[in-house]
Structures are given as C-alpha cells and as structure tokens.
C-alpha cells in the first residue's frame, strides 16, 4: 500500500509539472529589447510562424535580407550582443518527442557560409524547463533570460556561457521579458503581479531573488509590455492597449511623467526596439494587412518607413550596433623612436589610447610601464618600448619605438681635443686619451674590435693643436681614475704613420661612437 501511494504522488508530481510546461508553451513567448548606444547596425527579426519561424537579418533601410536560422522547429526572439557580432535566440530545435522545450542560443549575426544555419551555433541553456527571451548586458558578459525553473515565469540573469544562473524575481504572478539598461545596472521587464501586465524597472543585481529597487513605471488596466530602454537610458519604449489597440509608447525610465503615445493607427504595433543612435524605433506592424518591420523617428513624427514586404509574417525585431571592426589608435611620444637617453636618466613614458568615436570603447591600453612612470635605463644599449591596446570589440592595435641607453659621454678631456681640430703628434708616441662616462662603469666598456684607427683625408681648413701630453708605454691600455671620474685609455701609436692623418674611433659597448682626428709627424 505504501508503495503504491508513493506512485501515485509521483504520479501527480509529474502531472502538474508537464501542466505548467503545457501552459508556458501555449502563453506567447515574447522578445526581450535592449539599445546599446553605437551607430546603426543589422536589424534582426523573425520571419514565419511560431510553429516553423526563422531569425532574419537585413540593414537598417530593409536592404540585405539575410535568413540566420534553417531548422523545421521554431526560433524565434533574436536579441543583439552589444558588439554587434552575435545574436541570443529562442529555439525548440532540440526538444524531444512531445516534450516541447525552449531553450536559448547564441550565432553570430553575419552568414558568412551562406547556408543559413547560424554560423558558430553554441546551446547555452540546457534544462527540462523553458528558458526564453534573452537579452544580453551592455558588456556582453551577461545575459537576462525568463525560466519557469520553478514552475511559473521568473527573471533570471545568467553569465552569457550559460553558467551561474541567478533568479532575479519571486513572485505568484509572471515576471517576464526582461531588458537591460545601457549602463547594466537596471532591469526592465512584465509583470502581471497586479493582475495586468505593467512595465517595472529593477537592479540587475540581486540579493534576495525578489527584484531589488521595484520601480513600477506604468498603471493601466490594460496590458502593457515589451520594454525596452533607449541607448541614452532614460527612456523606455513599450506596447500598450490602453487606447484600445497596441500602440507604441514611452515613459521616462525613473518613473515620473505620464506615457506618451508615439503610434495610432487601427492596427497592431508593437515590440520597440531603438535604433543605436536612439533617433528610430524598429517595430513590427499589420498596419498592410500583415505583420510587417516598419521604421520610425523615435519621437513619434513623421511617417514610419516599411522595411519588409511578405506574405508570411515578419516580427520581433532587434536593433543592433554596427560591428567595431576599427582597431584603437595609439600615440607614443616617449620614448620616441630612434631616441638616445643616457645610462641612469629618469625619462618618462607618455602614451595614450583611443577608440574611433562611436566605437565599442577602449579597453586596455598598456605600456611596458604605466603611462607616466620611468622607463628603462638601467642597462645600457638598444631597447624596445611596446604599446598595446584593445576595445571591446576585440580590435587589437600595438606600436612600439626603438630608442637606445647610452653612456653619458661628455666629450675629450686634454690634452686630446674634439672634432673637428686635428691633434698633432709625434708618431710613436702613446697618447692619454681621456673622458667620462658618468661614473665606473668598469673596464669592459668597448665594443668588440674597438678602439681602432684608420687614415682619412687631411683638411687643410681644420683648426690644429699639439698634443701637451705624451707616455711611455708598451702597448694600449685602459684605467678608471674614481678621483677625477675620468677613463684614460692610453693609445700607443705607430711610428710609421708619420706624415699621416688619421681618426681614432671609440665604439662603446653601447653602440656609440666618439672620434677624434690625429695629424702625425
């Protein structure tokens, strides 16, 4: 008996589970909307009816009319990423049997094969409940969404993988059809919690699952849904029956004011979705005796536009930014490029970064060091100083200059004199050659094969001055006196080039060089 009592509850349990599943599936499922500032994009919408529709894309005049989705089951509810490069969708693709199931995707908004299937088609939820109307957040991070996880309609918010999802609202009634502010801090959505649907306004984030700071922005005994914010974030578009047939409207997004009516007309209109710019409404209307997209000025005036002609319906539409496809700029002024800055020096760095005006925005801009900060002159010779950048779009740009650290080489100390005098000296004697590098850099200061001479052309224009100091010595040598902070390499020359002009050349470990011109006698 007790076994069969247990059966009968389980019985009942899955009853009443496959019920709301029923319900949910015959309640319309509705599309989310959210306007990501930027310039005018793709429009996306759908195209048939629930039972066999496909997601569209075309160009903000009706022009380019693209089909994204091929599949014998629904799909329906397109939504843009903020970049403009993907579009979340609803599908009933992979229900099972009778087991009617909504679940959401994400494709990338350009057809680039041609074959119409959703290029790059990821499943991001995965459940034995309906999961529908996504909308992502203004850094595509996240994705908004409704479930009936726990058997009635509740807003939920989600990484946009698909993982960590968090219940937003609790509520007896149905909270549904959630839209995300241009800042991503506040949530949009319906909710017939008062016994009709109305339009409120929530945090994104959420502590209780029960819809933190409730703003409820519209009152009306009619329905009104659809919500959708304009890319500045102060308004929000929705669809009303409160003058007796879906009309287009909007409110201020805090809740103060009174509605205002953009549309009128016998017919249906419905779902707003703001152009980027937030100067258009897309929306979709049987204004021509059928579903159709329309374009209009978001204050109502004028005359909409008719972007679609069919004799199925055409519906739902999302208005996406144009894709970033402009990688960031970057200045570099210092180090400049081809730059020589002595051992020790404190130079720095100053760069910056910016993204093409209506872009995606900069996300990263970085330096070796910070901008602002030392570079690197510990080590002398040749260094590289790379910058960096990236939006958020995912435009990539680098720059780097060249620049060298270099000894601070002051010049010749007596009795040897710079260019351009010529030295005369008795060939055969050893020479004190003289000079600084600021500080002991130790002995190991030339570069391979150096110093070295050769003979050049005498210049009977060149100032000349003697020599006043002379050594004996065997051979060449180098020391570092720390009293004067001075080197004395001691040149021994050669006898035979009396009669000669020659140029002694000093290369540095540091690739410098430093000449100085000798007349032999």
């Not at 949530?187 to 339009?199: H, K, P, Y």
């Not at 010529?422 to 020479?431: C, E, L, M, P």
Request: hydrophobic share 35%.
């Amino acid at each position: 008996m007790a076994k069969t009592d247990h059966f009968m509850r389980l019985l009942v349990m899955t009853a009443a589970a496959l019920t709301a599943l029923l319900l949910l599936v015959v309640t319309a499922a509705k599309p989310a909307g959210a306007a990501f500032p930027g310039k005018n994009g793709k429009i996306t919408f759908v195209r048939g009816v629930d039972n066999n529709s496909e997601i569209y894309g075309m160009d903000g005049d009706g022009s380019d009319q693209t089909r994204l989705t091929n599949n014998l089951d629904f799909d329906t509810l397109p939504a843009f990423s903020p970049d403009g490069r993907h579009v979340a969708f609803t599908s009933r693709r992979d229900s099972v049997g009778s087991q009617v199931n909504d679940e959401i995707y994400v494709m990338d908004a350009a057809d680039r094969d041609g074959d119409g299937k959703g290029d790059n088609l990821i499943r991001i939820t995965n459940s034995l409940v309906n999961e529908f109307q996504p909308a992502f957040s203004p850094d595509g991070d996240r994705i908004a969404f409704t479930s009936n996880q726990t058997g009635n309609n509740e807003v939920y918010v989600m990484d946009a993988d698909g993982t960590d999802q968090i219940r937003l609202t609790n509520n007896v009634a149905r909270d549904a059809r959630p839209a995300f502010s241009p800042d991503g801090n506040r949530l949009a959505f319906t909710s017939n919690r008062t016994g009709n649907d109305e339009i409120y306004v929530m945090d994104a984030a959420d502590g209780d699952g029960k819809g933190d700071n409730l703003v409820r922005l519209t009152n009306n005994p009619t329905a009104d849904t659809f919500a959708n914010f304009s890319p500045d974030g102060k308004k929000v578009a929705f669809t009303s029956r409160r003058d007796g047939n879906d009309e287009l409207y909007v409110v201020s997004s805090d809740g103060t004011g009174a509605p205002i009516r953009l549309t009128n007309n016998p017919a249906v209109d419905e779902f707003p979705a703001f152009s980027p710019d937030g100067k258009q409404l897309a929306f979709d209307s049987s204004r021509g005796g059928n579903s159709e997209i329309y374009v209009m000025n978001s204050d109502g005036s004028g005359t909409p536009t008719r972007l679609t002609n069919n004799l199925v319906s055409d519906s739902k539409p999302d208005w996406g930014p144009l894709p970033d496809t402009t990688p960031p700029h970057i200045t570099l002024t210092t180090p400049a490029d081809g730059a020589a800055y002595n051992l020790g020096q404190q130079v720095n760095a100053e760069y910056s970064c910016q993204d093409e005006m209506g872009g995606s925005g900069l996300a990263s801009c970085v330096g070796t060091v910070p901008n602002g900060t030392p570079i690197d002159t510990a080590t002398v010779g040749s260094k590289t100083f790379p910058v960096e950048a990236a939006d958020n779009a995912g435009n990539t740009a680098s720059k780097s200059h060249a620049y060298r650290v270099v000894y601070d080489f002051g010049g010749f100390f007596s009795p040897v004199d710079d260019l351009p005098t010529f030295n005369t000296v008795k060939a055969g004697r050893a020479i004190p050659v003289k000079f600084s590098l600021g500080g002991d850099q130790g002995l190991d200061i030339f570069a391979e094969g150096y110093p070295r001479s050769g003979t050049i052309p005498a210049d009977p224009d060149a100032p000349l001055d003697a020599i006043e100091q002379t050594e004996t010595a065997g051979e060449s040598s180098l020391s570092y006196d720390p009293t004067t902070d001075q080197y004395t390499y001691v040149w021994k020359t050669d006898k035979a080039w009396a009669g000669q002009t020659r140029q002694l050349v000093l290369k540095l470990d540091d690739g410098s060089e430093h000449t100085a011109n000798f007349e032999f006698n």
